[in-house]
């Protein structure tokens, strides 16, 4: 199936789920009304409730009103597509997928298996990220800083070889650039993409793993070295450490 499928799929899914209780919720309510109508009693005691009925309303909303909130909120989430079940999304700093979506909270699954709870309000007043709400597919970095001597085109040819046998790669992004070459190292970063997060991450701990180990077998001398250099001159209007003065504290 398609991405673009998938994600239909999940909107329609998450709308039919919240519009499923918000019928369940209705028919509740109503067919409590219904029978307890069905008492004389009842119809009396109705009469009297109706004629109050918007002093109790008033009450009422100042008493459910972060429920209510909570309610609408959901309603709105589901509607406007913002978030999705299934959906990855960082929230209060961490990484997770939308579990559940009910009309007062919404259940993040974090990478660690927990569940983090909010309410459907955080997602409506909050700013989150939402790294699949476009496509699912996402591209990740792997950065290694060596030696000057580093070979790219063989670590652009491993890494060709590499992604070619690993099946958490999709087969969309797979480049080696070198993104900085300052001071004693040259920072070589691999661009990589993925189907979903959960492959995203193990793709690019398999490449950083893979390429170490391939630069440790064949191309020892590219992994990162400091260098010292002697006989160096000093720089003009410097004063050599052998003829510094010393410096009396008293």
Same mark, same amino acid.
């Given at each position: 199936?398609?991405?673009?499928?998938?994600?239909?799929?999940?909107?329609?899914?998450?709308?039919?789920?919240?519009?499923?209780?918000?019928?369940?919720?209705?028919?509740?309510?109503?067919?409590?009304?219904?029978?307890?109508?069905?008492?004389?009693?009842? *119809?009396?005691?109705? &009469? #009297?409730?109706?004629?109050?009925?918007?002093?109790?309303? =008033? %009450?009422?909303?100042?008493? $459910?009103? +972060?429920?209510?909130?909570?309610?609408?909120?959901?309603?709105?989430?589901?509607?406007?597509?913002?978030?999705?079940?299934?959906?990855?999304?960082?929230?209060?700093?961490?990484?997770?997928?939308?579990?559940?979506?009910?009309?007062?909270?919404?259940?993040?699954?974090?990478?660690?298996?927990?569940?983090?709870?909010?309410?459907?309000?955080?997602?409506?007043?909050?700013?989150?990220?939402?790294?699949?709400?476009?496509?699912?597919?996402?591209?990740?970095?792997?950065?290694?800083?060596?030696?000057?001597?580093?070979?790219?085109?063989?670590?652009?040819?491993?890494? *060709?070889?590499?992604? &070619? #046998?690993?099946?958490?790669?999709?087969?969309?992004?797979? =480049? %080696?650039?070198?993104?900085? $070459?300052? +001071?004693?190292?040259?920072?070589?970063?691999?661009?990589?993409?993925?189907?979903?997060?959960?492959?995203?991450?193990?793709?690019?701990?398999?490449?950083?793993?893979?390429?170490?180990?391939?630069?440790?077998?064949?191309?020892?001398?590219?992994?990162?070295?400091?260098?010292?250099?002697?006989?160096?001159?000093?720089?003009?209007?410097?004063?050599?450490?052998?003829?510094?003065?010393?410096?009396?504290?008293?």
């Amino acid at each position: 199936m398609s991405r673009e499928g998938n994600r239909q799929i999940r909107r329609i899914r998450t709308q039919i789920t919240l519009v499923r209780r918000i019928v369940v919720a209705a028919l509740v309510v109503l067919g409590l009304g219904a029978a307890l109508l069905t008492f004389p009693g009842a *119809r009396i005691a109705g &009469a #009297g409730v109706l004629t109050s009925a918007g002093l109790i309303s =008033i %009450v009422a909303g100042l008493a $459910a009103q +972060s429920a209510l909130a909570n309610v609408f909120a959901g309603i709105q989430l589901a509607f406007t597509d913002a978030i999705r079940v299934d959906d990855v999304v960082v929230v209060e700093g961490r990484f997770g997928n939308i579990d559940e979506i009910t009309l007062t909270y919404v259940v993040v699954r974090v990478w660690d298996e927990r569940s983090l709870i909010l309410p459907s309000t955080y997602f409506t007043t909050t700013p989150f990220e939402n790294l699949t709400r476009q496509q699912a597919g996402m591209l990740g970095t792997v950065e290694l800083d060596l030696d000057w001597t580093v070979p790219v085109d063989d670590v652009r040819a491993r890494l *060709r070889e590499h992604l &070619a #046998g690993n099946s958490r790669w999709d087969e969309r992004v797979g =480049i %080696v650039q070198v993104t900085d $070459a300052v +001071s004693s190292y040259v920072r070589v970063r691999i661009l990589v993409s993925a189907a979903d997060s959960p492959n995203l991450f193990d793709l690019r701990c398999d490449i950083r793993e893979d390429l170490v180990l391939f630069l440790q077998q064949h191309h020892p001398a590219a992994l990162p070295r400091l260098r010292v250099v002697p006989g160096v001159p000093p720089l003009p209007g410097t004063v050599p450490a052998q003829q510094a003065s010393p410096v009396t504290v008293g």
